[in-house]
Each structure stands twice: as structure tokens, then as C-alpha cells.
């Protein structure tokens, strides 16, 4: 009993006899914790709260110097840690005091007040998240000052074999409250941009199959996660439940995954293969050798390999630190090799990775003097380092792969216009060669069979002087038909000055040529004619000849309309018949087949409807480049 009232009196006068700083709380925002922090080691781990309240009133606690907020106890073995504060209002006050680093296995805060000890609550990155005393991405206790009376905070620490760093803070309840809801609105505006991201690339990789937005999402994902596992997101969020998934050094092994996706990325972007690139296999070896170290890591954790506390977070840190050094020098002799190529993808990744390796030396450089428990005149975490490279890497790469996506796209439309004209050229010399052809059978009809028949009707017309019989005169008629289908034939072929004379005069003469009893062919021509190039004139006769062809031979038409309409920029041939129609296999004939092509070389359009009751074609040709003409 007499112990227990010699630590009470103890308790009433510790600040007294300690001498230590007592802040009052005076401001409405964030308080000056850092100026007010003493700090005890206890290097064996057996220290509990009624040792450490001992200890601070012998003056055991050193004043925890440090020029911000942040504590840095360098590497930590097997210690724990004691931070000591004492806290005074004239009023009521609530306030908020923030650990802000998310990987701390274990943390406790006391309160001592009037010679009571209580717990305001346990918390830690090993223990389920609903555990925690207050709900934030951070480590968070309310503290309640009741007017006019002094109250002494104890915070222990355990953090065995890891960097153990981290921001304390204390703030006004209600600047907190502020300041948290906009920090997790920008964390929402972050998150909402990622997601957008993600989405666009999906769909860019869905379409197109380009394997690069693959590669780009995962470095996005691998990378959003690390920022997530660092600023104690994931762990709120996402595995709340899995305290065990903190084991696996997420913050670590999602860079690992960037990494391997973000080189990959690299090699599409910049065309690289191992036709072009001597260091292409150096790359190549990294990835196999980062893949199975990441697998390996993931195996010792999750196999628990015994003893793997002792050495597997110092492991993973100087393993990462070594790998990004690593990246970053395959990459800039990835771009040196290139730097003869122009490309301007070459140089534009470049630029983006400047703002990414500043970023990357700054991480190194914190992470460097936090593992040294050296305290700098800033402070800064590493994930909101990492969240602005992040940030500048989406602007980049984003409009790297816009720039990517265009140039490719310029690049296909022209292979598509060349293969086109190529396509057309073809046509053209094909159609030449053939209308030459014809002009050539055209001719050797007119000038050789004609004249053989002409020469026969004479020799026939003097036998017939003196003595006339039925077979003579039926040899005749023969002969007459003959010589009138072949100058029928030789038009079709080649009309005679075609090139002299309107498209609308060749059809109308074409077409009286062709009228009889059978089917009565009607021509109609509308507005003011254009005169077309030689080549595109002849293709609409040529055109109009097979329809008027299958019109008579196959169509079984009485009555057929040929129209030839003028428009201002373009010209109309409609062909229209009474006929039976050609079925729904019509655009598998070879005639078709003629027609559409004809037609797309004369870069119109072509529209057939037939049925039982007829058949309307509807021919439509650009005249932008014709010369009108009188009418004819």
C-alpha cells in the first residue's frame, strides 16, 4: 500500500521534479508538438508504462531533437521506443495527435492524469484495422484536456528490424477534421483520374490490340498500390481484414512490379527489339531475374521461413534500392543507344523520364537518411514524392501514347492510301490495256470482216444479175444482218469519235442501235452536261453497255430507262427495267463483281435493287474536275 501512494505522490509532482517543457495549448490550428517531445530507447523491449513514468521522472527521457516534426531512429533492431509529452489548457480542449506513417507494427499511447494510468487505445499495421482507435489512413488519437490541468502522454513504439521514421503531429480537433477531408478529397480526385486512365486503356487495348496499354496499366496499377501501401490506403481500404498482407513489404514489392512493367512499356514505346538493340537482352535477363526475386520474396513470406523477421525488410529495401539503379541505367542506355534514330517518341520519353529519375533520387536520398536516423531541415513523406512523379508521369506517357496512338494512325493511312493507289493504278493500267483491246478488235472488225463481208454481199449481188433464187436472196439478208451486228458490235466496242462527242450523244446512239420490238428503250438526260476525262467516260459507257446487256439477254424486260442526270458536283446514270429481276445471288456474278469495281475506281457508288418486278441501278460519279458543255 505504501508503494502505491509513494507513485501517486510521485505522479502529482513528476513535472516539478522532471523540469520538463509543458505546452499549452493556445492556437487553433496545428501545435508546435516537436518543441515539446523527449524521447527514451529502451534497447532490451522490457520497459512498460510504470518503468517509463519512473524513467521520465529521474530524467531518463532526452529531449528528442529534431528541426520538423519527423522522428528518425534510423535502422531499428530490436529496441522500442518511448516519446513523452505533457500538455496543459485554460478550457476544454480536443485534440488530435497524428503518427503519419502506415507501417508501424506496433504503437500504444498512455495518459497520465491526475494519478491515473489509462490506455487511450493500441493500434499497428500487425493488428486488424477495425482495431484502431480512431478510423484513418494514419495512426490517430483524441485527446481530451479537461481546463486548467496538466496531462503527460506516453506513446511506445515497436518497430523491430525496419527503418523506423515517422511524422507526430498534434492539431486542433477541428483544423483536423479540415485538413483530413481535404486530403482524402484529393486522394478521391487522384483515385477518380486513375480509374479513368485505367478504363481509356483497357479500351484502347480491347480495340486495338496494342500489348504497350497492357504493360502502361499494370505500371499504373503496380505503382497506384505502392503509393496506396504507403500512405496506409491499401490497408484501410482494400485488405482491412488481412493485417497479414503487411507482412509481404507491399510498399517495396509493388515498385518491384513497376518496375518490370514499366521497362516493358519502355521497349514498345521506343520500338525497342533484339534486332535494333544490343542491350535489349540486358533488359530482357533484369526482368527474368526481378520476376524471380519477386516470386522468391513473396515465397519466404508466405512459406514463413523461419528467422525471415531478422533479415527479409532490410533485404527488400537494399534489394529495391540496388533494382532501381539498375532500371535506371538500362534505361538511359536504352535512349542513348537510340539517340541517331529522330525519333521523336525517343526523345519524348526522355524528357518524361527526367522528372521521374529527379523523383526516384529524391525517394532514395529520404529513404538513405532515414535508415541513417538523420534528421533534415525538411520533411516530406516519400509517397507524396512518388504521387507528383506519378502525377508528371500520366501527363507524359498519357500524351506519349496519344502521340503514338496519332503517328501510328497517319502511318496506317498512308500505307492504306498507297496499297489504294497502288489498287487503283492497277485498275488503271488493267482498264487501259483492255480498252486498247477493244479498240483493236473494234478496228480488226470494222476494217477486216467488214470489208470480207462487203466483198461477199458483192459477189453475191453479181451471181444475183443473172438469175435470182430464194437462196441467193436469204444468203443476202444473211450477210446484211451480219454486216449490221458486227458495225452494232464494233460501237459497243469503241463507239466512233467518242472522245469527240458528248457521253449523252454515244448513249442516245448506242440505245436507238439497240431498240426493237422485244424491249422499247427509253433515254432521258437532265442538266447542264460536264465533259469528264476520256478514262471516266468510257468506264460509265462500258457501265451502262453490260446493263443494257443482261437487259436484253437475261432480264426478259419489255420496257427499260436509261437516265443521265447532271447535279452540280456530281452525275447520275439510273438504269431502270420491267424484268424479272436477278436474285439474291445477283452480287456473286462475275458482272457485279466487274461493275463494283469499275465503280470504285471511278471513286462513286453503285446501287443495285432488283426483284420480281424489276431492276434499278443507280450509278453516282464525283465532276468536280469536268468542263460544262452546251447541250448537245
Not at 518511448?82 to 488530435?96: G, I, N, T, V
Not at 517495396?252 to 535489349?280: C, D, E, P
Amino acid at each position: 500500500m505504501k508503494n502505491y501512494l509513494l507513485f501517486f505522490i510521485l505522479l502529482v509532482f513528476s513535472h516539478a521534479a522532471i523540469g520538463q517543457k509543458l505546452l499549452e495549448i493556445n492556437t487553433t490550428d496545428e501545435l508546435p508538438l516537436k518543441d515539446y517531445l523527449y524521447h527514451l530507447e529502451d534497447a532490451k523491449g522490457d520497459v512498460d508504462i510504470l518503468q517509463a513514468i519512473k524513467l521520465a521522472q529521474t530524467g531518463k527521457f532526452t529531449f528528442a531533437k529534431s528541426a520538423t516534426s519527423r522522428q528518425d531512429f534510423g535502422y531499428n533492431t530490436s529496441s522500442k521506443h518511448w516519446l513523452y509529452f505533457e500538455l496543459a489548457s485554460k478550457q476544454k480542449k480536443e485534440l488530435m495527435l497524428e503518427i503519419e506513417y502506415a507501417n508501424i507494427d506496433h504503437l500504444e499511447l498512455f495518459e497520465v492524469k491526475n494519478g491515473n494510468i489509462r490506455s487511450l487505445g493500441f493500434s499497428g499495421d500487425i493488428y486488424k484495422y477495425a482495431q484502431r482507435p480512431y478510423y484513418n489512413n494514419n495512426y490517430i488519437f483524441l485527446l481530451r484536456l479537461a481546463p486548467n490541468q496538466k496531462t503527460q502522454y506516453f506513446l511506445h513504439v515497436n518497430q523491430p528490424n525496419a527503418i523506423l521514421s515517422f511524422a507526430i503531429r498534434l492539431f486542433q480537433y477541428d483544423y483536423f477534421k479540415q485538413t483530413d477531408r481535404r486530403e482524402y478529397i484529393l486522394w478521391g480526385i487522384y483515385i477518380g483520374i486513375i480509374m479513368i486512365l485505367l478504363v481509356v486503356n483497357l479500351v484502347m487495348l480491347i480495340t486495338i490490340k496494342d500489348w504497350i496499354y497492357f504493360w502502361y496499366i499494370l505500371y499504373q496499377h503496380c505503382i497506384t498500390m505502392h503509393l496506396f501501401s504507403d500512405a496506409g490506403l491499401g490497408f484501410q481500404y482494400l485488405w482491412h481484414d488481412y493485417p497479414q498482407f503487411n507482412i509481404y513489404d507491399p510498399v517495396y514489392l509493388y515498385i518491384w512490379g513497376a518496375m518490370i512493367a514499366q521497362l516493358t512499356f519502355m521497349q514498345y514505346f521506343i520500338h525497342q527489339n533484339r534486332h535494333n538493340s544490343k542491350v535489349f537482352k540486358w533488359i530482357m535477363g533484369f526482368k527474368i531475374f526481378l520476376t524471380f526475386a519477386l516470386v522468391l520474396a513473396i515465397g519466404i513470406h508466405f512459406f514463413e521461413i523461419k528467422g525471415k523477421e531478422l533479415y527479409m525488410y532490410k533485404a527488400v529495401a537494399t534489394a529495391t534500392s540496388i533494382f532501381v539503379l539498375i532500371m535506371c541505367i538500362l534505361t538511359v542506355v536504352s535512349l542513348y543507344e537510340k539517340r541517331s534514330a529522330k525519333e521523336k517518341l525517343v526523345k519524348y520519353y526522355a524528357y518524361a523520364l527526367v522528372f521521374q529519375f529527379l523523383g526516384y533520387i529524391i525517394v532514395t536520398l529520404l529513404n538513405l537518411s532515414q535508415s541513417k536516423g538523420l534528421n533534415l531541415p525538411f520533411d516530406i513523406e516519400t509517397y507524396v514524392v512518388m504521387g507528383v512523379v506519378v502525377v508528371i508521369d500520366i501527363f507524359f506517357f498519357s500524351y506519349g501514347l496519344v502521340y503514338r496512338f496519332e503517328s501510328y494512325k497517319r502511318l496506317n493511312q498512308k500505307l492504306e492510301l498507297n496499297i489504294l493507289n497502288t489498287k487503283q493504278e492497277s485498275q488503271k493500267r488493267i482498264i487501259e490495256s483492255l480498252e486498247e483491246e477493244r479498240r483493236r478488235i473494234s478496228q480488226d472488225l470494222h476494217d477486216d470482216i467488214g470489208a470480207t463481208l462487203a466483198t461477199a454481199k458483192g459477189y453475191l449481188s453479181v451471181l444475183g444479175r443473172d438469175k435470182k433464187s430464194q437462196e441467193l436472196i436469204n444468203s443476202q439478208n444473211l450477210i446484211d444482218s451480219a454486216a449490221e451486228e458486227l458495225r452494232t458490235i464494233s460501237h459497243t466496242l469503241m463507239p466512233k469519235n467518242f472522245n469527240k462527242i458528248a457521253l449523252s450523244r454515244t448513249i442516245d446512239e448506242s440505245i436507238r442501235k439497240i431498240n426493237s420490238d422485244k424491249t422499247q428503250f427509253k433515254f432521258i438526260t437532265i442538266g447542264q452536261q460536264k465533259k469528264l476525262s476520256e478514262s471516266k467516260e468510257l468506264l460509265i459507257f462500258r457501265m451502262l453497255t453490260e446493263l443494257l446487256m443482261n437487259i436484253q439477254k437475261h432480264s426478259e424486260a419489255t420496257e427499260a430507262t436509261v437516265q443521265l442526270i447532271y447535279h452540280e458536283e456530281f452525275l447520275n446514270l439510273i438504269v431502270e427495267d420491267n424484268g424479272k429481276g436477278f436474285g439474291e445471288n445477283m452480287h456473286d456474278g462475275k458482272g457485279f463483281r466487274n461493275l463494283y469495281a469499275r465503280a470504285e475506281y471511278l471513286k462513286g457508288e453503285l446501287l443495285i435493287d432488283s426483284n420480281e418486278y424489276g431492276t434499278s441501278v443507280i450509278l453516282t460519279v464525283p465532276t468536280k474536275e469536268s468542263i460544262n458543255l452546251e447541250t448537245q
